[in-house]
């Protein structure tokens, strides 16, 4: 497993959402009361865009097709459904890493 640096805390904080890219991967991140989770930008079901999707507190519908997954799990919570691919984070002076 790798570290990337990816943003600083500054560029997230407005949105409080951003995609960033590794290797080919597409990734979003969210910032959440403090907290930095990531996921694979990409709806397992058809591809939405989980990052254009609608939050509710740590949850994100995907905008296609209204699967609802965990940002905290990955898990899909309204439908029996394959689980979005979770990436494990860190934030350290004000940086945002992803171990990928
Ligand atoms: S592509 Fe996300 S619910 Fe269908």
């Not at 943003?7 to 904080?13: D, G, H, R, T, W």
């Not at 890219?21 to 079901?45: D, M, Q, S, W, Y």
Request: aromatic letters at 8%; glycine letters at 8%.
């Amino acid at each position: 497993m790798k570290l990337y640096k990816v943003a600083s805390l500054k560029e997230i904080q407005k949105k409080k959402k951003m995609l960033v890219n590794i290797n080919g991967r597409t990734i979003a991140i969210f910032l959440i009361k403090g907290e930095i989770l990531a996921v694979n930008n990409f709806c397992p079901h058809q591809g939405g865009s989980l990052y254009d999707g609608k939050m509710s507190r740590t949850n994100i519908t995907c905008p296609l097709h209204g699967r609802v997954y965990s940002l905290l799990t990955g898990k899909c919570i309204n439908i029996i459904g394959s689980p979005l691919e979770k990436y494990k984070t860190k934030i350290e002076n004000e940086e945002i890493f992803i171990f990928i």
